[in-house]
Structures are given as C-alpha cells and as structure tokens.
C-alpha cells in the first residue's frame, strides 16, 4: 500500500467524491452522481473561500476518502475560533483501514493550527456506528442539532 496524501480537492477528484457521498442510504437520496454540474459550481465557490478547506485523501492515485473543514472567527466563547468538520466520506473499501482516523486528526491538527479552541461536527442521527467513531475520538455529542430546509 501507498503513502497517504491529504490535499485540497481539485475539479478531477469530484467524480470520486460525489460517488462517496452517494455511496449511503442518505447520500443515494440527495446526490446525482450523473450530473456533475451543481458540484463543479460548489467547488468553485469553496475553493476561492479563505476559511473551507475541502480535502482529499489519495493513496496510489485514487481518491478513498474526503471532508471539509470551515474555520470560523467569533465572538462567542471570549471571541474563539471555531471550526466545523462536515461530508466525511471514506470509500467503502477503506473503511476500518483507520483512515477515517487519520482524517479526523488531519482536521483537528489544522484547527489547532489555525488558532482554533473548538472543533465541532455534525452527523445524522441514523449514522450510530459514526457516532461511536467520533466518541471513540474524543468527540462529545453535547448539543441537539436543527435544520431548516430552504
């Protein structure tokens, strides 16, 4: 096995990436792998936002796992920086290798750099084995989360 690349995504790795998104129950109702179009635009707008770091894992040239870290400046908590973890993927035959592990601790090594004093995230309710993931990380399920549709 290869060594371990995580990079910004570039135009090339979306093909990949929708497919891991799509690659769940969740993920098979929301994504359209077959039109590329509404995430060619996405990536554009995150890539020219200074604080979305939208990454990749790579090994041997493919594309096995992928998330997003937004850096947020506050006021609360004494004016703390924050940062939010979101669409963790890793591919299907990766999954248990650890490297969901070292991407998690990717996001929280470039929190910490980023003067971050909270890394925080969210996951569905139906996704129990990622809870216990993320517990087994340090992450503590301390709030209820909420959304609104638009």
Request: glycine share 8%.
């Amino acid at each position: 096995m290869g060594d371990l690349e995580i990079r910004r995504v570039v135009a090339e790795d979306v093909p990949a990436i929708v497919g891991m998104l799509a690659d769940d129950p969740l993920g098979a109702q929301r994504e359209s792998p077959d039109d590329l179009t509404p995430y060619m635009a996405a990536l554009d707008r995150v890539s020219s936002a200074p604080n979305q770091h939208l990454m990749v894992a790579v090994r041997d040239g493919s594309v096995i796992g992928t998330l997003q870290l937004t850096i947020i400046p506050g006021l609360s908590r004494k004016g703390t920086t924050r940062s939010i973890i979101e669409a963790v993927r890793i591919h299907a035959d990766e999954r248990g290798s650890g490297l969901g592990t070292q991407l998690i601790q990717w996001a929280i090594d470039e929190s910490r750099r980023q003067g971050c004093a909270l890394v925080q995230l969210t996951s569905d309710t139906s996704r129990t084995e990622a809870h216990r993931f993320y517990e087994r990380l340090g992450f503590e399920a301390s709030h209820v989360g909420f959304k609104l549709h638009l």
